[in-house]
């Protein structure tokens, strides 16, 4: 099993730039999240889909962020344009998620996260 | 919103134990995940509680209190390697995602 694959390791860019961040969740997986984790917030949730549809993204932090999961294999996030506060590092996860109000063991696996950097 | 504490840092000597405690206070429950992160890498998935007690890996052992909001993660016989950031994280009824504490760095010393 390859893991959450998520590219690229690291972002630099101007403020004001588009940026792009992707993930390939595991195989078989129907729940993928995205988070952000500083030294001053740590693990924050952003957004995160089940069966490739948004379900809760409250902690998205502006409308300059957003996601797609156009399939079950692949989700974007992209910051658009991108500020020196964004710089942080992005994590996908995924889960296989029982179904609601089951009991749910099911633990996230994470990428290796991008280190994004914003000048 | 949910609240969950744990200690900023610990500093153990190689070969003895310690303890992480968790409180959370949270609107629902559907269960309490510990995971550990080296400095650098992504969370790995140590352990999963939702009933009272303990469970036990090896020479990590993770316990829950639902009654007290209360968790512990038990570290034993301390390796150099497991110097890193311990993270609880609990998961609400009828939710798929987790909320992460702070994390706890534990350093382990020779």
């Known amino acids: 099993d390859a893991g959450v694959i998520q590219s690229p390791r690291h972002e630099v860019t101007e403020m004001g730039q588009e940026v792009t961040l992707r993930c390939k969740p595991i195989?078989?997986?129907?729940?993928l999240f995205w988070y952000r984790q500083t030294m001053m917030r740590g693990l924050e949730l952003l957004i995160y889909?089940?069966?490739?549809?948004?379900?809760?993204d409250s902690g998205m932090p502006e409308d300059r962020f957003s996601a797609k999961m156009p399939n079950a294999s692949f989700s974007t996030l992209k910051i658009q344009p991108s500020e020196p506060r964004d710089s942080a590092v992005y994590f996908c996860a995924s889960s296989l998620a029982a179904l609601g109000g089951r009991l749910d063991n099911s633990p996230l696996h994470f990428g290796n996260g991008t280190r994004l950097t914003v000048t | 919103g949910q609240n969950i504490d744990q200690p900023t840092e610990m500093t153990a000597t190689e070969g003895a134990i310690v303890q992480i405690n968790c409180t959370y206070q949270?609107?629902?429950?559907?269960?309490l995940f510990w995971y550990q992160q080296h400095a650098g890498e992504a969370p790995t998935f140590l352990s999963y509680n939702v009933l009272d007690g303990l469970e036990e890996k090896g020479r990590f052992s993770s316990f829950l209190s639902r009654s007290k909001g209360y968790s512990y993660l038990l570290l034993k016989e301390l390796q150099m390697k497991d110097s890193a950031s311990y993270l609880c994280a609990v998961r609400l009824t009828n939710d798929y995602k987790l909320s992460f504490g702070a994390g706890t760095t534990v350093t382990v010393r020779a």
């Open positions: 889909f089940n069966n490739n549809v948004p379900i809760d």
């Open positions: 949270t609107s629902g429950f559907n269960g």
């Open positions: 195989s078989g997986h129907n729940s």
